[in-house]
């Protein structure tokens, strides 16, 4: 079981940011590397990229309000 | 033993489909190149695409809209193919010179001898107060001209291939999308219609070929861009009152598929159509016409239009509101040609 945290270095400043859309739906097999969900921060739009390959458990709904350092999903051992 | 890791069900947004049929266009043909100014600022499209491409392929330019389309024409007619970022349709004024007299016109005006294959991402349309000059469509502007194809997808999957088939094309392609459906944070979450999903590999959506998102069997609703989605929620409420509607996505209006507008009204017997472009002389007559000229007696009952009541778009957003199409003034629309109102 791996983490899907959202990377201290993806934007420079505190902001919070948005999550505005998972590329794959719950339970979905995802690849390590691959663009899994998109986030904005300050109307700039960024990737978060699965960090390791397996099955997709989302915890964090689109809209919400994400911070640096937060869970959003985990990732099973397929 | 443990199942094959698979990527399964990826769920695009538009922009990011899009840039997914660039990338793969210009990897496979050197000849393709980017050109505009702000790029990759406003919609992201080429963001970062100048890591991978070099600076000799990914061109930001000063605000120069007459300067670089007449680059890009010149471009063209050598050989190359550029692809054109103009991020709001609204401000297609200051190089409409070049579009219509040039990049347009020299196929056919050099009898064949130049061909000039330049593909436009251009952004279209309102919904967000931001007033009467960035909130525009001006497809019609555009669809007027010949020598333009106009190409109009709705959500993701044919965002790609209709973008992976504006990059195979010998001609001025304009691909447009609705803002509030590209996948843009700034605009708010994307709409789950517009998003699809989008294979890894290649493929092209042809020019000219309608899609019916929703069977339907007693009115027809007949859009493109958002106009789609607004139809699609107009067909869900117009159900749960027993009218039953087809959703028709006409995807390009150059080529438009008039063949498939009239089988669906030959169908159904009445024909709503909705745009969010002004109404006069727009997308909506047209559409009209290709029933009124092959045989205006399969419809049952009057038409009906649904656009923008030719007034500069309000940037106030109840008057705003009040301009734009919505799914409600297509449920209403749909009522009064079915004589329900």
């Given at each position: 079981?791996?983490?899907?945290?959202?990377?201290?270095?993806?934007w420079?400043?505190?902001?919070?940011?948005?999550?505005?859309?998972w590329?794959?739906?719950?339970?979905?097999v995802?690849?390590?590397?691959?663009?899994?969900?998109?986030?904005?921060?300050e109307?700039?739009?960024?990737e978060?990229?699965?960090p390791?390959?397996?099955?997709?458990?989302?915890?964090?709904?689109?809209?919400?309000?994400?911070?640096?350092?937060?869970?959003?999903?985990?990732?099973?051992?397929? | 033993?443990?199942?094959?890791?698979v990527?399964?069900?990826?769920?695009?947004?538009m922009?990011?489909?899009?840039?997914?049929a660039?990338?793969?266009?210009?990897?496979?043909?050197?000849?393709i190149?980017?050109?505009g100014?702000?790029?990759?600022?406003?919609?992201?499209?080429?963001?970062?695409?100048a890591?991978?491409?070099?600076?000799?392929?990914?061109v930001d330019?000063?605000?120069s809209?007459?300067g670089?389309?007449?680059?890009?024409?010149?471009?063209?007619m050598a050989?190359?193919?550029?692809?054109?970022?103009?991020?709001f349709?609204d401000?297609i004024?200051?190089?409409?010179?070049?579009?219509?007299n040039?990049?347009?016109?020299?196929h056919?005006?050099?009898?064949?001898?130049?061909?000039?294959?330049?593909?436009?991402?251009i952004g279209?349309?309102?919904?967000?107060?931001?007033?009467?000059?960035?909130?525009?469509?001006?497809?019609?502007?555009?669809?007027?001209?010949?020598?333009?194809?106009?190409?109009?997808?709705?959500?993701?999957?044919?965002?790609?291939?209709?973008m992976?088939?504006?990059?195979?094309?010998?001609?001025?392609c304009?691909?447009?999308?609705?803002k509030?459906?590209?996948g843009?944070g700034?605009?708010?979450?994307?709409?789950?219609?517009?998003?699809?999903t989008?294979p890894e590999?290649d493929?092209?959506?042809?020019?000219?070929?309608?899609?019916?998102?929703?069977?339907?069997k007693?009115?027809?609703?007949?859009?493109?861009?958002?106009t789609?989605?607004?139809?699609?929620?107009?067909?869900?409420?117009?159900a749960a009152?027993?009218?039953?509607?087809?959703?028709?996505?006409?995807?390009t209006?150059?080529?438009?598929?008039?063949?498939?507008?009239?089988?669906?009204?030959?169908?159904t017997g009445?024909?709503?159509?909705?745009d969010?472009d002004?109404?006069?002389?727009?997308?909506?007559?047209?559409?009209?016409?290709?029933?009124?000229?092959?045989?205006?007696?399969?419809?049952q009952?009057?038409?009906?239009?649904?656009?923008?009541?030719?007034?500069?778009?309000?940037?106030?957003?109840?008057?705003?509101?009040f301009?734009?199409?919505?799914?409600?003034?297509?449920?209403?629309?749909?009522?009064?040609t079915?004589g329900?109102a």
């Amino acid at each position: 079981m791996t983490d899907v945290v959202v990377p201290q270095d993806l934007w420079d400043t505190e902001d919070e940011g948005v999550l505005l859309t998972w590329v794959y739906s719950d339970g979905a097999v995802v690849q390590q590397g691959k663009l899994i969900a998109e986030i904005m921060v300050e109307k700039a739009q960024l990737e978060l990229e699965a960090p390791a390959s397996g099955r997709l458990r989302i915890l964090v709904q689109p809209d919400a309000v994400i911070k640096k350092g937060q869970v959003l999903a985990k990732i099973e051992s397929a | 033993m443990a199942a094959p890791v698979v990527d399964s069900g990826r769920s695009l947004t538009m922009a990011r489909a899009g840039r997914e049929a660039v990338i793969a266009a210009m990897r496979a043909n050197p000849d393709i190149f980017v050109i505009g100014e702000d790029l990759g600022g406003v919609f992201g499209t080429t963001v970062g695409m100048a890591d991978e491409f070099g600076s000799q392929r990914i061109v930001d330019t000063p605000i120069s809209e007459t300067g670089f389309i007449g680059i890009a024409t010149g471009a063209a007619m050598a050989g190359m193919h550029p692809i054109i970022e103009i991020a709001f349709v609204d401000f297609i004024g200051v190089c409409y010179n070049q579009i219509v007299n040039f990049a347009a016109k020299t196929h056919y005006m050099s009898g064949g001898q130049f061909k000039v294959p330049m593909t436009m991402m251009i952004g279209y349309g309102g919904g967000y107060c931001d007033a009467a000059q960035h909130s525009q469509t001006l497809i019609a502007t555009l669809a007027h001209m010949p020598g333009i194809k106009v190409i109009t997808p709705a959500d993701a999957y044919d965002a790609k291939g209709l973008m992976a088939s504006c990059l195979a094309d010998d001609n001025l392609c304009v691909w447009m999308v609705h803002k509030a459906i590209w996948g843009l944070g700034w605009l708010g979450l994307p709409i789950k219609t517009a998003l699809a999903t989008v294979p890894e590999e290649d493929y092209k959506v042809p020019f000219g070929k309608a899609r019916i998102w929703r069977e339907g069997k007693d009115v027809t609703l007949v859009g493109y861009g958002i106009t789609v989605h607004h139809s699609l929620a107009a067909a869900d409420k117009l159900a749960a009152e027993g009218i039953s509607a087809e959703v028709l996505d006409l995807r390009t209006i150059v080529p438009m598929d008039r063949d498939a507008v009239f089988k669906s009204v030959s169908k159904t017997g009445h024909l709503v159509v909705a745009d969010e472009d002004y109404m006069n002389c727009g997308v909506t007559a047209e559409v009209l016409a290709s029933i009124a000229e092959r045989d205006p007696r399969v419809l049952q009952a009057p038409a009906v239009r649904v656009a923008n009541p030719d007034v500069p778009i309000p940037f106030s957003r109840p008057m705003e509101n009040f301009a734009l199409p919505d799914a409600d003034k297509i449920v209403a629309a749909a009522k009064k040609t079915l004589g329900k109102a």
